[in-house]
Structures are given as structure tokens and as C-alpha cells.
């Protein structure tokens, strides 16, 4: 099993920048295609961005195209999530996740290892 933590969540204003970060241990993450998820309170956990085992391809959701940047680094067992320009409504709990399957998966159950979270809040 692969454990994942996120960290980089933080208070930000409107127009803001945030690059969230997600360690993992226990196995390497070139064995997975790794993705971010996000729930806001009241609501349903959400596709935000996903990428290959390699980084060769990159999802996004379509809410968000434009203002956000997964990449990884396998060497240092890690993946990254750039968000720029943000806006109050992206305020949630973001999660990693990882898959071993070679599609990159939009839906939650196409992850089986998740981190706890953290937490991204944007004031108007």
C-alpha cells in the first residue's frame, strides 16, 4: 500500500496561487497514475486533475482547465498540484489519490489509496 500526505493548503485571497504538494511512501508512485480530488462542504467529492504513471498525459476538469498544473516527480516520490488564479468557490479539502489502473480516472472509486487532506480557503 502506497500513503499519501498532502500538504500547502492554506488561506489565500481571490487571484491568489497555491501549490499543493502530495508525499507518498511505502511504494513507489511510478506505479501509479496519481490524481486530485476536492470536497467542499455539503458536496460531493470532485475530479480536479489527474496524471500518468510517466507524466505524460495530463486531465483536467473542465471548472478548472486553464488555472491549474499537475506534475510529478517520481524520484522524489511526490506530485504536485500548481492552481493559479483562484476564486472563493475553490475553496474545499483537496486530496490525493493514487490508482494503479492506466486510465487516468475521474471518478473517486477509480483511486484505491488516499490521503487526509487539506484544506484550501479562498476569501473574496
Known amino acids: 500500500q502506497v500513503q499519501l500526505v498532502e500538504s500547502g493548503g492554506d488561506l489565500v485571497q481571490a487571484g491568489g496561487s497555491l501549490r499543493l504538494s502530495c508525499a507518498a511512501s511505502?511504494?513507489?508512485?511510478?506505479?501509479?497514475?496519481m490524481g486530485w480530488f476536492r470536497q467542499a462542504p455539503g458536496k460531493e467529492r470532485e475530479f480536479v486533475a489527474a496524471i500518468t504513471r510517466s507524466g505524460g498525459t495530463t486531465r483536467y476538469a473542465d471548472s478548472m482547465k486553464g488555472r491549474l498544473t499537475i506534475s510529478r516527480d517520481n524520484d522524489k516520490n511526490t506530485v504536485y498540484l500548481q492552481m493559479n488564479s483562484l476564486k472563493p468557490e475553490d475553496t474545499a479539502v483537496y486530496y490525493c489519490?493514487?490508482?494503479?489502473?492506466?486510465?487516468?480516472?475521474?471518478?473517486?472509486?477509480?483511486?484505491?489509496?488516499w490521503g487526509q487532506g487539506t484544506q484550501v480557503t479562498v476569501s473574496s
Open positions: 511505502g511504494r513507489p508512485i511510478s506505479n501509479y497514475a
Open positions: 489519490a493514487a490508482s494503479l489502473t492506466w486510465i487516468l480516472g475521474t471518478t473517486p472509486n477509480s483511486y484505491g489509496n
